[in-house]
Structure formats: C-alpha cells, structure tokens
C-alpha cells in the first residue's frame, strides 16, 4: 500500500527492496528511511487503538523497536507495511491487555472524530453529527480489543478486509464475522434513530 | 409471529447484514437477503441502519495530517548499534 499524502516516500534511489536490504544488513538509517514512509499513518492507527496520546509515542517506539530487532526474519511474504502493521497490532493489543481496562477515556478523541462537516448543514444538524461523533467514541471505547481493532483496521482506516485479516493474522472469513460482531455492538450502543439521522 | 420466506432466513439475513452492505453476499445469497428484507421491517431496518453505520465510521478522518512524533525511532537507534537480533520477536 502506498504512503499517505503527506508522508515521507523513501528517495527515488532507494526501492523499498534495497531498504530493506540494507536494513537486513544492519543498517540502522536504511530502516528508518523504510520505516518513516508509514510512520505516520502507523501512529495514527495507535491513537486510533489506544486513544492516548502518551501511550501511542510509547507504543510506536516499541513498535519501531521490534520491528528493527525482527527486520532479518522478514521474508517479504507480505508487504512491509502489512508486515509492520502487523507489529503494531499487536503491541496496541499488548498495551490494552496490559492496562487491563478499555481504553483511557475514548479510543479515538472524540475531539479529534471528525464526521465530514458540509458547510450547507444547519446548526442542528451539525449538532446530530457531533452527537454521532461522540457516541460513536464512546461505543468503540466500549468495545474489546479484537473487535475495536477490525472496525479501526477495516472502517475507519480504510483497508480491504485481505489486508486486515492477514495484519490480525486470522483469516478473512473470521475477520468478516469479528467485524460483523462489531458493527451490531456499535450499531446496538447507538442505536438506530441516532444513525437515521446522520443523513448516511 | 413468523417470518417471511423460508424458515431460518431471518436469523441468517441478521448475521450477513454487513457482508450485504458491503456487496460481498454473492448474487443468490444476496436475492434471498433481499426477498427476505421485502417483508421483514427488522431485516430491513437492520440494512439502513448498518449502512449509515459503515457510512459514519469510513467518515472519522480527524486524524488525517497527524505526524508521527520525532522520537518514534529512539529505541531504534539505541539499540541499532547490535545490529537486529535474532532473539527479540517481531
């Protein structure tokens, strides 16, 4: 998958391929040249797990951390972005089971959940998506790792449900059903008069 | 009260609303969700409701434009000077 706008592509000389070579080899510069391309975006997928901004800089690093570390078993039978996403799936679930409670506060700021805001809605429907937008943080809050982290990786990050299965590392038909499991909680701690009126 | 079409098709029209809205059923899986959804107001209430759903959640950008912290390859760089082990998991 490629960088997001905004993110930093390695240089036109270095492949992702010979990165990642240099990497092996034991060349900590060439690691960060690889890893900086999604590090942006792999930050963002923790702020949106732990909904801390504290515990996402700690968790990165770990992630950045092991990723270095575990760089020579890296076989390229994925992508590294799979690969590094992967990683930090599981350090999120770590952290989570380590602080042995749901996310502190909300998973994603509700300040930071932006609905698409068009300028040609009226104050009291700007009002109802901004309900929305705070219920939809509290119910994901309230959701246990496994199922948050399907609805992360697959509706709000964007990615095919091929991509999510193989990052949680179960296969496609058990994501479908985790992510199912999923939306009918949140659906169900919404309820469907508030989604009615979201307009979607 | 009984459900319209064939028996079982409520129960098994709840579990696939999501793999419904996202296109996902296959041509007759998805005519027997829809044959059902004709007659059931829950079924049918269940497809608007998950699709505003999806709708809303693919709309949580806030995050968009967040920059990884500077720091995010500190423990990297220390521990870069041994070269990647082979002992520490990934």
Known sequence: MPPLAGQR?????????????????????????????????????????????????????????????????????SSYFTWLYRIAVNEAKRAMEKRGRRPAGVSIGADELQLPDSPLLDPSRQAENNELRQALARALAGLPPDLRMAIVLRDVEGLSTQE???IVGISQAAFKSRLHQARLRVRAAIGDRALASSGG | MGMPGRP?????????????????????????????????????????????????????????????????????RLAGAGGPSASSPA
């Open chain 1, 9 to 77: 592509p390695p240089e036109p000389a270095d492949t992702e391929a010979s990165l990642i070579a240099r990497a092996q080899a034991g060349d900590v510069a060439a690691f960060e040249r690889l890893s900086s391309a999604y590090a942006d975006r792999l930050f963002m997928l923790l702020l949106r797990l732990l909904g801390d901004r504290a515990e996402a800089e700690d968790v990165a690093q770990e992630v950045m951390l092991r990723a270095w570390q575990g760089i020579t078993r890296f076989r390229g039978q």
């Open chain 2, 8 to 76: 079982g098709d409520h129960r098994w029209s709840q579990q696939h609303l999501s793999h419904y809205v996202e296109g996902e059923l296959r041509p007759f899986t998805r005519r027997r969700l829809e044959r059902h959804a004709r007659n059931c107001v829950d079924c049918a209430r269940g497809i608007r409701a998950m699709r505003a759903l999806v709708h809303a959640l693919q709309g949580l950008d806030g995050l968009a434009g967040t920059r990884a912290p500077t720091t995010i390859f500190d423990r990297a």
């Open chain 1, 164 to 166: 999510a299965a193989q």
